[in-house]
T-cell receptor
Framework: GQNIDQPTEMTATEGAIVQINCTYQ??????LFWYQQHAGEAPTFLSY??LDGLEEKGRFSSFLSRSKGYSYLLLKELQMKDSASYLC??????????WGAGTKLIIKP | GAVVSQHPSWVICKSGTSVKIECRSL??????MFWYRQFPKQSLMLMAT?????????EQGVEKDKFLINHASLTLSTLTVTSAHPEDSSFYIC???????????FGPGTRLTVT
Protein backbone atom coordinates (compact mmCIF):
# COMPACT_ATOMS: atom_id res chain seq x y z
CA GLY A 1 0.00 0.00 0.00
CA GLN A 2 0.90 3.64 -0.15
CA ASN A 3 1.98 5.37 3.02
CA ILE A 4 3.42 8.63 4.27
CA ASP A 5 4.89 8.89 7.77
CA GLN A 6 5.73 12.09 9.60
CA PRO A 7 5.80 12.99 13.30
CA THR A 8 2.53 14.10 14.80
CA GLU A 9 3.87 17.06 16.72
CA MET A 10 7.13 18.90 17.31
CA THR A 11 8.10 21.78 19.56
CA ALA A 12 10.87 24.28 18.93
CA THR A 13 12.10 27.62 20.24
CA GLU A 14 11.83 30.95 18.47
CA GLY A 15 15.04 31.69 16.58
CA ALA A 16 16.13 28.06 16.49
CA ILE A 17 16.23 25.47 13.69
CA VAL A 18 13.85 22.53 13.30
CA GLN A 19 13.85 19.58 10.91
CA ILE A 20 10.61 17.78 10.08
CA ASN A 21 11.14 14.32 8.60
CA CYS A 22 8.93 12.42 6.20
CA THR A 23 9.23 8.90 4.84
CA TYR A 24 7.12 7.64 1.99
CA GLN A 25 6.15 4.44 0.20
CA UNK A 26 4.25 4.92 -3.03
CA UNK A 27 3.42 3.14 -6.26
CA UNK A 28 5.85 5.01 -8.45
CA UNK A 29 7.12 8.45 -7.58
CA UNK A 30 6.88 11.81 -9.28
CA UNK A 31 7.99 14.14 -6.55
CA LEU A 32 7.57 15.18 -2.94
CA PHE A 33 5.73 18.26 -1.72
CA TRP A 34 5.69 20.21 1.50
CA TYR A 35 2.74 22.40 2.39
CA GLN A 36 2.12 24.69 5.36
CA GLN A 37 -1.34 24.84 6.90
CA HIS A 38 -2.35 27.28 9.61
CA ALA A 39 -5.32 26.32 11.75
CA GLY A 40 -8.61 26.92 9.95
CA GLU A 41 -6.93 27.75 6.66
CA ALA A 42 -6.15 25.87 3.45
CA PRO A 43 -2.63 24.55 2.78
CA THR A 44 -0.11 26.75 1.03
CA PHE A 45 2.66 25.41 -1.17
CA LEU A 46 6.19 25.47 0.26
CA SER A 47 8.37 23.22 -1.88
CA TYR A 48 8.60 20.49 -4.48
CA UNK A 49 11.50 18.06 -4.84
CA UNK A 50 11.78 15.47 -7.57
CA LEU A 51 15.58 15.07 -7.72
CA ASP A 52 17.85 14.06 -4.87
CA GLY A 53 19.37 16.86 -2.88
CA LEU A 54 18.65 20.01 -0.98
CA GLU A 55 16.58 22.91 -2.28
CA GLU A 56 16.86 26.14 -0.35
CA LYS A 57 14.22 28.84 -0.38
CA GLY A 58 14.85 31.57 2.14
CA ARG A 59 14.45 30.28 5.70
CA PHE A 60 12.97 27.03 4.43
CA SER A 61 14.88 24.18 2.80
CA SER A 62 13.68 20.78 1.62
CA PHE A 63 15.73 17.65 1.08
CA LEU A 64 14.96 14.47 -0.84
CA SER A 65 16.57 11.04 -1.04
CA ARG A 66 14.69 8.91 -3.53
CA SER A 67 16.66 5.77 -2.75
CA LYS A 68 15.72 6.03 0.91
CA GLY A 69 12.16 7.22 0.40
CA TYR A 70 12.95 10.11 2.70
CA SER A 71 12.53 13.85 2.80
CA TYR A 72 12.87 16.58 5.36
CA LEU A 73 11.80 20.18 5.70
CA LEU A 74 14.28 22.43 7.48
CA LEU A 75 13.08 25.67 9.01
CA LYS A 76 15.70 28.18 10.17
CA GLU A 77 15.43 31.28 12.34
CA LEU A 78 12.04 30.18 13.57
CA GLN A 79 9.39 32.81 14.05
CA MET A 80 6.17 32.58 16.02
CA LYS A 81 4.20 32.76 12.76
CA ASP A 82 5.80 29.46 11.70
CA SER A 83 3.53 27.70 14.19
CA ALA A 84 1.40 25.58 11.87
CA SER A 85 0.94 22.09 10.55
CA TYR A 86 3.38 20.95 7.87
CA LEU A 87 2.06 18.44 5.39
CA CYS A 88 4.24 16.06 3.41
CA UNK A 89 2.74 14.65 0.20
CA UNK A 90 4.16 12.34 -2.45
CA UNK A 91 3.03 12.24 -6.06
CA UNK A 92 2.57 8.66 -7.22
CA UNK A 93 2.80 7.13 -10.69
CA UNK A 94 -0.76 8.24 -11.47
CA UNK A 95 0.13 11.80 -10.46
CA UNK A 96 -2.12 11.49 -7.44
CA UNK A 97 -1.01 13.15 -4.23
CA UNK A 98 -0.66 10.84 -1.24
CA TRP A 99 -0.86 12.94 1.93
CA GLY A 100 0.76 12.51 5.30
CA ALA A 101 -1.25 13.31 8.41
CA GLY A 102 0.78 16.45 9.01
CA THR A 103 3.20 17.57 11.70
CA LYS A 104 1.97 20.20 14.11
CA LEU A 105 4.84 22.54 14.87
CA ILE A 106 4.64 24.53 18.10
CA ILE A 107 7.01 27.47 18.48
CA LYS A 108 7.76 28.69 21.99
CA PRO A 109 9.23 32.09 22.81
CA GLY B 1 1.79 31.63 -7.85
CA ALA B 2 -1.57 30.62 -9.25
CA VAL B 3 -4.73 31.73 -7.47
CA VAL B 4 -7.69 29.53 -6.67
CA SER B 5 -10.82 30.93 -5.07
CA GLN B 6 -13.71 29.26 -3.32
CA HIS B 7 -17.18 30.46 -2.54
CA PRO B 8 -18.67 30.60 0.00
CA SER B 9 -16.01 30.76 2.72
CA TRP B 10 -18.43 29.37 5.23
CA VAL B 11 -22.01 28.19 5.20
CA ILE B 12 -24.51 27.01 7.77
CA CYS B 13 -27.43 24.96 6.52
CA LYS B 14 -30.21 22.85 7.92
CA SER B 15 -30.17 19.08 7.75
CA GLY B 16 -31.74 17.79 4.56
CA THR B 17 -30.91 20.80 2.41
CA SER B 18 -28.32 20.99 -0.37
CA VAL B 19 -25.28 23.23 -0.51
CA LYS B 20 -23.22 24.21 -3.54
CA ILE B 21 -19.54 25.14 -3.25
CA GLU B 22 -17.71 26.80 -6.13
CA CYS B 23 -14.03 26.51 -6.95
CA ARG B 24 -12.47 28.84 -9.49
CA SER B 25 -9.01 29.13 -10.98
CA LEU B 26 -8.58 32.88 -11.36
CA UNK B 27 -5.50 33.30 -13.53
CA UNK B 28 -5.08 29.94 -15.22
CA UNK B 29 -7.10 27.18 -16.80
CA UNK B 30 -7.58 23.92 -14.94
CA UNK B 31 -8.71 20.82 -16.76
CA UNK B 32 -8.47 18.98 -13.46
CA MET B 33 -9.47 20.08 -9.98
CA PHE B 34 -9.40 18.14 -6.75
CA TRP B 35 -11.90 18.20 -3.91
CA TYR B 36 -10.74 17.44 -0.37
CA ARG B 37 -12.45 17.19 2.98
CA GLN B 38 -10.71 17.80 6.25
CA PHE B 39 -12.12 17.05 9.68
CA PRO B 40 -10.66 18.85 12.72
CA LYS B 41 -7.10 17.82 13.54
CA GLN B 42 -7.04 15.33 10.67
CA SER B 43 -5.24 15.31 7.37
CA LEU B 44 -6.70 16.11 3.99
CA MET B 45 -8.87 13.40 2.48
CA LEU B 46 -9.23 13.37 -1.28
CA MET B 47 -12.90 13.02 -2.17
CA ALA B 48 -12.86 13.22 -5.95
CA THR B 49 -11.04 14.41 -9.03
CA UNK B 50 -13.04 16.80 -11.17
CA UNK B 51 -12.39 16.62 -14.91
CA UNK B 52 -13.49 19.36 -17.29
CA UNK B 53 -16.06 18.07 -19.73
CA UNK B 54 -16.31 14.58 -18.27
CA UNK B 55 -17.45 12.75 -15.18
CA UNK B 56 -15.63 13.14 -11.92
CA UNK B 57 -13.61 10.30 -10.46
CA UNK B 58 -14.60 9.52 -6.88
CA GLU B 59 -12.43 7.98 -4.21
CA GLN B 60 -13.50 4.76 -2.58
CA GLY B 61 -16.16 5.32 0.05
CA VAL B 62 -17.33 8.68 -1.32
CA GLU B 63 -20.95 8.63 -2.47
CA LYS B 64 -21.14 10.18 -5.92
CA ASP B 65 -24.90 10.72 -5.63
CA LYS B 66 -24.44 12.67 -2.42
CA PHE B 67 -21.46 14.75 -3.49
CA LEU B 68 -22.26 15.98 -6.99
CA ILE B 69 -19.36 17.44 -8.94
CA ASN B 70 -19.66 19.49 -12.09
CA HIS B 71 -16.65 20.84 -13.99
CA ALA B 72 -18.43 22.82 -16.68
CA SER B 73 -15.58 25.10 -17.73
CA LEU B 74 -11.80 25.31 -17.58
CA THR B 75 -11.98 27.68 -14.61
CA LEU B 76 -14.93 26.42 -12.56
CA SER B 77 -15.76 23.26 -10.65
CA THR B 78 -18.67 22.92 -8.26
CA LEU B 79 -19.32 20.51 -5.42
CA THR B 80 -22.92 20.09 -4.28
CA VAL B 81 -23.55 18.36 -0.98
CA THR B 82 -27.05 16.96 -1.34
CA SER B 83 -29.37 16.20 1.58
CA ALA B 84 -26.73 17.37 4.01
CA HIS B 85 -26.48 15.81 7.46
CA PRO B 86 -24.58 16.98 10.54
CA GLU B 87 -21.85 14.42 9.86
CA ASP B 88 -21.14 16.25 6.57
CA SER B 89 -19.98 19.25 8.59
CA SER B 90 -16.36 19.70 7.61
CA PHE B 91 -13.80 21.91 5.88
CA TYR B 92 -14.02 21.41 2.12
CA ILE B 93 -11.01 22.47 0.06
CA CYS B 94 -10.42 22.44 -3.67
CA UNK B 95 -7.10 22.52 -5.47
CA UNK B 96 -5.85 22.69 -9.02
CA UNK B 97 -2.50 22.15 -10.72
CA UNK B 98 -1.38 25.01 -12.95
CA UNK B 99 -0.69 24.03 -16.53
CA UNK B 100 1.81 21.21 -16.81
CA UNK B 101 3.20 21.76 -13.34
CA UNK B 102 2.81 19.20 -10.58
CA UNK B 103 2.25 21.44 -7.58
CA UNK B 104 -1.35 22.02 -6.61
CA UNK B 105 -2.69 25.38 -5.56
CA PHE B 106 -5.41 25.36 -2.96
CA GLY B 107 -8.50 27.45 -2.58
CA PRO B 108 -9.08 29.05 0.83
CA GLY B 109 -11.59 26.36 1.80
CA THR B 110 -15.27 26.32 2.72
CA ARG B 111 -16.37 25.54 6.23
CA LEU B 112 -19.71 23.76 6.16
CA THR B 113 -21.82 23.41 9.29
CA VAL B 114 -25.01 21.37 9.09
CA THR B 115 -27.44 21.87 11.94
Amino acid sequence: GQNIDQPTEMTATEGAIVQINCTYQTSGFNGLFWYQQHAGEAPTFLSYNVLDGLEEKGRFSSFLSRSKGYSYLLLKELQMKDSASYLCAALDSNYQLIWGAGTKLIIKP
Amino acid sequence: GAVVSQHPSWVICKSGTSVKIECRSLDFQATTMFWYRQFPKQSLMLMATSNEGSKATYEQGVEKDKFLINHASLTLSTLTVTSAHPEDSSFYICSAPEGGRNEQYFGPGTRLTVT
